[in-house]
């Protein structure tokens, strides 16, 4: 029996249960199975959120790795934006054993252990955000939501300016 949902000292949400015991509370869908031809918009903040996402090699690093990682579990990258402090992507399984939860997992794996080795912290939280868009969500309004996000938090006047940002879809 639960009786209350809680913070912990770092903001992530737990839920207590009769015996004091915390545990940490689902954030994916229970009865969803994340693999297939479904669009996921979803975002991965950098540890304590801190702004790290502003040179260029660090984020060709990423994108070497992003680029791979979704070819070999079958993911279309729609578009993606490194803003300072947190990375959006709009991705697709191409497959009906496209497993988003595994290319998800084995991205912030991989590219946590390579940010790791070089700077000696950590890259990404430990949970990441993601909507499953529907069927009559249309995928350009997504992608123009993500490529326009740099405007609207004011680091560039046209979107197209913004050297953090793209798709391996098309060309901007």
Not at 64 to 90: G, Q, R, T
Not at 95 to 101: C, L, M, Q, R
Not at 123 to 143: A, F
Request: glycine letters at 2%; a positive charge; aromatic letters at 18%.
């Amino acid at each position: 029996m639960r009786e209350k949902k809680e913070s912990s000292p770092k903001g992530l949400p737990y839920e207590k249960n009769m015996n004091n015991i915390k545990f940490k509370k689902r954030t994916r869908l229970k009865d969803f199975s994340y693999n297939g031809y479904y669009r996921y918009f979803v975002i991965i903040c950098t540890y304590n959120k801190i702004p790290i996402f502003t040179e260029r090699d660090l984020i060709y690093n990423i994108l070497k790795n992003l680029e791979k990682i979704s070819e070999k579990h079958n993911f279309s990258v729609w578009a993606y934006c490194f803003m300072p402090d947190h990375l959006h992507l709009l991705l697709e399984g191409n497959d009906p054993n496209s497993d988003f939860k595994k290319f998800i997992s084995e991205f912030k794996q991989i590219t946590s252990f390579d940010y790791s080795k070089k700077f000696k912290k950590k890259l990404w939280q430990i949970n990441y955000y993601e909507h499953i868009l529907r069927k009559e969500e249309d995928t350009k309004t997504v992608v123009y939501y993500i490529l326009d996000n740099p405007v609207r938090k004011g680091l560039v006047t046209y979107f197209k300016d913004y050297p953090f940002q793209g798709s391996y879809m098309f060309e901007l």
